[in-house]
């Protein structure tokens, strides 16, 4: 059993727009009133209060602000999960001595989402059904899930409205043509496996700069909080959200292919968060998206019965894979020369063949041989099963 989280867009009229809106606003304030009670609790008794007195606490803003009233129930519990959460969320990250900011106030316009943990939401033919507020016409372009848990109702900053349904699917094992294959990711192509199947890069940021620079170039000569700079800021929001849309579409459909064919899948151990901090190549490799594109084949694999590894990278570029030599190269050099066997090769393949050599040398150690201790030098030390977390399920599967 896995969770999968399906995205559908809504079709608010105009009056349920603003309904949604005024919700957003009501539950931004709930969220303020709550959180400017933790911090006060922290001061005076140097604790913060659990979700359980957060809800008890709503039952009196309700019976204050009548106008809260209009929101389901559930929805405001959530409001005091998202405070617990934020506060689990900055304890654990100052234990692990990782830089930690308290949660902080939403300011207007800050608070973009509403959830229906369990109830108040259900859907009619092409509606959907939203306690006190409505149906509100939806496009399911495909079959939804009988076992929903939790209905998240978010606004993008272009002004579109989504809703998101988490749902529980059913793993289905299948069989596929090819055993394994190894993967390297790049910027000049995509990705290059080591079956020599090549994933041209589609580089969506980048073909979109100049248009998106215009569109902010002309943001900027408005003036600010007027009608017509809310006009330019909505254009360069629904830019950016075209782009991502076609990022997303591509990485599903590259990630699909490849989970379907084959049974095990080998990858760099990549540290993007290290790599983006090269200026040169920050913005390139941000919108390549090898993160997601791992995360998706990560799940995609498990629920059809497969896996995700990821190895060592290091040396995997360097090395030739038919002898072993070190053939050092530079990144402008695209084509692997090796001097010792004569083998002559576009790099990144090289690089995926060694991939894939060094992911079937760790599959084939005993798991108790498999040295665990920091500071371990041999390249099974970075290989691990790549863990498939709950957040994962944000992405949209197809």
Sequence with gaps: MHRRTFRYRLYPSKAQTKVLDEHLELCRN????????CKQQYKENGKTPTQFDLNNLLINLKQMRPEFSRIHSQVLQNISKRIRDAYTGFYARRRAGLKAGLPRFKKYGRYKSVTYPQSGFKIEGNKLNLSKIGNIRIRQHRELPEKIKTLMVKRMPSGRWYACFSCVVEAQPREKPFEDVGIDVGLNNYAMLSDGTRIENPRLYRNEEKRLGLLQRRSSKKERGSLNWVKAKTRVARLHERIQNRRTDFLHKESRKIADNYETVYFEDLKIGNMVRN?????????????????????????????????????????CSRCGEAVPKDLSQRIHRC????????????????????????????????????GATTPSTMVQAYPVKQEVSLLVGR
């Design 30 to 37: 709930a969220y303020n009133q709550l959180l400017d009670h």
């Design 339 to 374: 001097p010792g066997c004569g083998l002559v090769m576009d790099r990144d393949h090289n690089a995926a063949l060694n991939i894939l050599a060094r992911g079937r040398e760790i599959g084939r150690e005993p798991p108790e041989s498999r040295p665990v201790e920091e």
């Design 279 to 319: 200026h040169h190549l920050a913005k390139s490799i941000s919108d390549a998206g090898w993160g997601r594109f791992i995360r998706m084949i990560a799940y995609k694999e498990e629920e059809s019965g497969g896996q995700l590894i990821q190895v060592n990278p290091r040396g995997t570029t360097q090395m």
